[in-house]
């Protein structure tokens, strides 16, 4: 990999991936705390448990990681 001022370009793409993934997670959590954090699309059931809540946020932090 090149480096950039002494940084690799896939750590800086690593970090940035990692920014969007914190983001995701962040945004999830305090759907989560809101009330308004539901299953499925905007029809699916609210979600009341906590663990439920992450796994939901892990899963969509994936997605947001992997897209580019």
Known sequence: TRSVMGI???????????SRK???VKR????FK?????SGS????????????????MSEGRRASRTT
């Open 8 to 18: 690799s370009r896939s750590s800086i793409s690593k970090q940035l991936k990692g």
């Open 22 to 24: 914190k983001k995701k």
């Open 28 to 31: 999830v959590m305090k759907e």
């Open 34 to 38: 809101e009330g308004t954090l539901r």
């Open 42 to 57: 905007k029809t699916g059931k609210k979600v009341k448990n906590r663990k439920q809540a992450i796994a939901i946020a």
